[in-house]
Nanobody
Framework: QVQLVESGGGLVHTGDSLRLSCAAS????????MGWFRQAPGKEREFVAV????????RYADSVKARFTISRDNARNMVYLQMNSLRPEDTAVYYC???????????????WGQGTQVTVSS
């Protein structure tokens, strides 16, 4: 079992940067694919980025490609999401998730954090 705790959210302005962190418990962290998802008010949870077990493979939603970077540190059980050039449409609660397979659908992830709010003002 994996427990996930996100941090690093906040209120920023258009064009600013934020780095989200996700701390994972458990000795099996390196066996999981890690994803970041987000959910805006009134919308479904959507895929943002995923990173594979080794940290060498990653995929991004088209809306964040070239602006966001996902990374992981298996020695520290940490996953990060560097967000640059933030836009008001990036406003959402951001969730870290762990799953067994390199997939994009939220339903395929087994463990979730509580989320961290990111608000981008124009």
């Amino acid at each position: 079992q994996v427990q996930l705790v996100e941090s690093g959210g906040g209120l920023v302005h258009t064009g600013d940067s934020l780095r989200l962190s996700c701390a994972a418990s458990g000795r099996t962290f390196r066996k999981y694919v890690m994803g970041w998802f987000r959910q805006a008010p009134g919308k479904e949870r959507e895929f943002v980025a995923v990173i594979d077990w080794t940290g060498r493979g990653a995929r991004y939603a088209d809306s964040v490609k070239a602006r966001f970077t996902i990374s992981r540190d298996n020695a520290r059980n940490m996953v990060y999401l560097q967000m640059n050039s933030l836009r008001p449409e990036d406003t959402a609660v951001y969730y870290c998730a762990a799953g067994p397979n390199y997939r994009l659908a939220p339903a395929l992830y087994d463990y979730w954090g509580q989320g961290t709010q990111v608000t981008v003002s124009s």
